[in-house]
């Protein structure tokens, strides 16, 4: 945990944290005011889909709409990220609409089939709505067939 260090928006500090994605599977930032320039170093990293991290903390950290960008770009590669926190930033719903495409691109069959399926988005203190209803799916299906 890297919790409430103050590293701010430090690009190169952020970097550095970020490169141990590979070796962790739980990272949590929360509290360190990154703003949206680290929420593009930390997705830019992300999108390489780190093979260990399982769980991206980043709560309290003054992300807005903007910020979500680079973190729904790499939920379009990222297979192994099964759950990203974003509650507590300032991100409406113009950003949970980004994000959600991202997990849930209902446009065509083919975004569809391609979106991430693999991760729940945490935004205001639940999971948008379609990867709630998606998972749900997915539950009573499972259920229904065992």
């Keep these: 945990m890297v919790d409430n260090c103050g590293l701010g928006n430090d690009t190169q500090i952020l970097s550095a944290i970020a490169s141990t994605m590979n070796g962790v599977s739980v990272l949590s930032l929360n509290w360190n005011e990154i703003g949206n320039d680290g929420a593009a170093v930390i997705g830019n990293v992300l999108s390489t889909n780190p093979a260990s991290l399982k769980r991206l903390d980043v709560k309290f950290n003054e992300i807005d709409d903007d910020g979500v960008t680079p973190f729904a770009e790499a939920l379009r590669s990222n297979t192994n990220l099964r759950d990203l926190y974003l509650t507590q930033n300032d991100i409406t719903k113009v950003g949970e609409s980004v994000l959600r495409k991202a997990a849930f691109d209902d446009t065509s069959l083919i975004t569809l089939f391609n ?32």
């Design 115 to 146: 979106s991430n399926h693999t991760c729940k988005v945490h935004v205001r203190n639940n999971l948008c709505p379609e990867t709630y209803a998606v998972r749900k799916k997915s539950i009573k299906k499972k259920m229904t067939v065992a």
